[in-house]
T-cell receptor, first 113, second 109 residues
Framework: DAGVTQSPTHLIKTRGQQVTLRCSPK?????VSWYQQALGQGPQFIFQ???????QRGNFPDRFSGHQFPNYSSELNVNALLLGDSALYLC????????????FGQGTRLTVV | QKEVEQNSGPLSVPEGAIASLNCTYS??????FFWYRQYSGKSPELIMS????GDKEDGRFTAQLNKASQYVSLLIRDSQPSDSATYLCAVNSDYKLSFGAGTTVTVRA
């Protein structure tokens, strides 16, 4: 049984560019959340998707957007990248019945130069 | 005030000792609480969840919750070198998890 999978694992982008990160939830999980973890900090909630809708959003600018597909997989898009967007981006999935016990993927390390 | 605060580390304990980690939270409406373990360069791994006041034991780990004091703790008994990691306290409120900054634990042989 595959766990939560994210792609790519590492990414280097230039300031001002756009990036798309992808997440496939654990089998049986229909809720996907995205988190940003800066070095030395705890993860910060970006947003959560359920039934292809954004259900809850953290304190992140509109440059951060997302999408959930009918198969429950999800994408995180970040526009107009800033140096401060460099972080580990984590996807977490959970079954709706047991939100918020969240299980994390391995993360995508984004470096903005 | 931060939503979730953890005792500052790093915490160094000898092998076989008890490691004690503390966490306080600000949202009185929070109903569920979690401890995650994160090895360096890896993603967080859920190790304990607790929903009711009192203690919950799972192997060498014990989570303690006191909602009146808005306090959660984690005890690691018989600490092993493999327990060396950062431990993150997470609190659920309105579908989202709020995390503390983490406490780094080093178990010395």
């Amino acid at each position: 049984d595959a766990g939560v999978t994210q792609s790519p694992t590492h990414l280097i982008k230039t300031r001002g560019q756009q990036v798309t990160l992808r997440c496939s939830p654990k089998s049986g999980h229909d809720t996907v959340s995205w988190y940003q973890q800066a070095l030395g900090q705890g993860p910060q909630f970006i947003f959560q998707y359920y039934e292809e809708e954004e259900r809850q959003r953290g304190n992140f600018p509109d440059r951060f957007s997302g999408h959930q597909f009918p198969n429950y997989s999800s994408e995180l898009n970040v526009n107009a990248l800033l140096l401060g967007d460099s972080a580990l981006y984590l996807c977490a999935s959970s079954p709706e019945a047991r939100v918020p016990e969240a299980f994390f993927g391995q993360g995508t390390r984004l470096t903005v130069v | 005030q931060k939503e979730v605060e953890q005792n500052s580390g790093p915490l160094s304990v000898p092998e076989g000792a008890i490691a004690s980690l503390n966490c306080t939270y600000s949202d009185r409406g929070s109903q569920s609480f979690f401890w995650y373990r994160q090895y360096s360069g890896k993603s967080p791994e859920l190790i304990m969840s607790i929903y009711s006041n009192g203690d919950k034991e799972d192997g060498r780990f014990t989570a303690q919750l006191n909602k009146a004091s808005q306090y959660v703790s984690l005890l690691i008994r018989d600490s092993q070198p493999s327990d060396s990691a950062t431990y993150l306290c997470a609190v659920n409120s309105d579908y989202k998890l709020s995390f503390g900054a983490g406490t780094t634990v080093t178990v010395r042989a």
